[in-house]
Each structure stands twice: as structure tokens, then as C-alpha cells.
């Protein structure tokens, strides 16, 4: 069956640091991408998404491109911030309606 | 913001009693699903809902039922709550999983509901 695999946590990095988490998937088709960002004591909420090879989804500085070939949806930034500190699930959808994560990576940004 | 809502947040019941946690949503979205979050598990799917009435089975469906009588609310239901079901539940919903739609499966999530079985 489909599945998401993302890089283990937790990530300390220092404010203004660059940032990767690393996002891959198993699937058939053609299926969409997400990035969904958990803040403390909150439910998740969408960052981005990419619903085709090659599309590239950003927002709030983040971005992440649909690799097919590599089957990847990595989410970077250039320069994280104190405030970016969070839990971020990677997820997919197929054909059907359910919708897939990844375990989440734990991000801690230090001032 | 997406109204939707759960109800309790918080709730310590003892093993092998009955729980029922409730999504309420305003959005007359189609798609509602209950989610568990668990550390190093992350989220996992233990049912969806695609319509009134119309249910199927997550990942982790065991010891968990649902109903949909009414578009707007969607209840999760420990019939003999056990420690393993101790949990945070996410309730979400959706528009659409048609991925020509907007919105295809973007899920908007409630503020979860922290369950403590003892």
C-alpha cells in the first residue's frame, strides 16, 4: 500500500540556518503531496502542496518540489526562525480518500 | 478558519468504559476522519467518512466505531475504552479528494481531544 517515510527527529538547528527534512513515498500513480506543520498544543495545519511532477508548493518561506523520479517531497528553507519551531508531517493522497502520513520530525529552532 | 470542533477536549475515563468523542463541523464539507496521534507513530487513520451514513475502516480501526447521521457531525466511539487507546484524537475535514478540484484533500483539522484511559 502507499506510504511516507520522512527523516527522524528531533532537528536543532540555529536561528537563520538552512533547513531540509527529507520526504519520501510509496505509491501507484499519480498521487498529490503535502506538508502539514503541527505547533504546540494545536492540531496540524496545511503548508503546502504539490498535486503534480515537478510542481513546486511554498509558502511562509518554505518550499518543497514533487520529484517523481526520486519519489521525494523534501520541505527546505533558507532561514529558519525561532517561530518555526514545530512538528511537520509530511502526507499523501492517491486515488481514494485517504489521506497518509509520515511520523512527523520534531524541529527545534535555537535563538 | 474552518469551523469545526471537538468536544471534550479532555477526558480521563477508567478501562472498559464507554467513550464518545464528537466532531462538529460548519463547513458542509463531504470528507470528516478521526485520526490518533501517538509518539513515533505520528497520525494514523482509524475511520473517514465520505458522506451521511457512508463510513469505512482506517489503519487502526480495531475497538473504534462511527456514525454520521447528519452531514455536520461525525462521532468516534470506545464501545470498552482500554490503556491502549490512551491518545490525542484529531478530528479533520475535507471538500474534495478529486485532485482536479480545489482544495483536493486539504484537510483542516480540529484542535485535537486528549484522552486518558487509566
Known amino acids: 500500500g502507499d506510504s511516507v517515510t520522512q527523516m527522524e527527529g528531533p532537528v536543532t538547528l540555529s536561528e537563520e540556518a538552512c533547513l531540509t527534512i527529507?520526504?519520501?513515498?510509496?505509491?501507484?500513480?499519480?498521487?498529490?503531496l503535502f506538508w502539514y506543520v503541527q505547533y504546540p498544543g494545536e492540531g496540524l495545519q496545511l503548508l503546502l502542496k504539490?498535486?503534480?511532477?515537478?510542481d513546486k508548493g511554498s509558502n511562509k518561506g518554505f518550499e518543497a518540489t514533487y520529484r517523481k523520479e526520486t519519489t521525494s517531497f523534501h520541505l527546505e528553507k533558507g532561514s529558519v526562525q525561532v517561530s518555526d519551531s514545530a512538528v511537520y508531517f509530511c502526507?499523501?493522497?492517491?486515488?481514494?480518500?485517504?489521506?497518509?502520513f509520515g511520523k512527523g520530525t520534531r524541529l527545534h529552532i535555537l535563538p | 478558519d474552518a469551523g469545526i470542533t471537538q468536544s471534550p477536549r479532555h477526558k480521563v475515563t477508567e478501562t472498559g468504559t464507554p467513550v464518545t468523542l464528537r466532531c462538529h463541523q460548519t463547513?458542509?464539507?463531504?470528507?470528516m476522519y478521526w485520526y490518533r496521534q501517538d509518539p513515533g507513530h505520528g497520525l494514523r487513520l482509524i475511520h473517514y467518512?465520505?458522506?451521511?451514513?457512508?463510513?469505512d475502516k482506517g489503519e487502526v480501526s480495531d475497538g473504534y466505531s462511527v456514525s454520521r447521521s447528519k452531514t455536520e457531525d461525525f462521532l468516534l466511539t470506545l464501545e470498552s475504552a482500554t490503556s491502549s487507546q490512551t491518545s490525542v484524537y484529531f478530528c479533520?475535514?475535507?471538500?474534495?479528494?478529486?485532485?482536479?478540484?480545489?482544495?483536493?484533500?486539504?484537510?483542516?483539522f480540529g484542535a485535537g481531544s486528549r484522552l486518558t484511559v487509566l
Open positions: 504539490a498535486t503534480k511532477a515537478d
Open positions: 479533520a475535514i475535507s471538500e474534495s479528494y478529486l485532485a482536479s478540484r480545489p482544495g483536493a484533500n486539504v484537510l483542516t
Open positions: 463547513e458542509n464539507h463531504r470528507y
Open positions: 467518512s465520505y458522506g451521511v451514513k457512508d463510513t
Open positions: 502526507a499523501l493522497s492517491n486515488r481514494d480518500d485517504k489521506i497518509i
Open positions: 527529507n520526504c519520501t513515498y510509496t505509491a501507484t500513480g499519480y498521487p498529490s
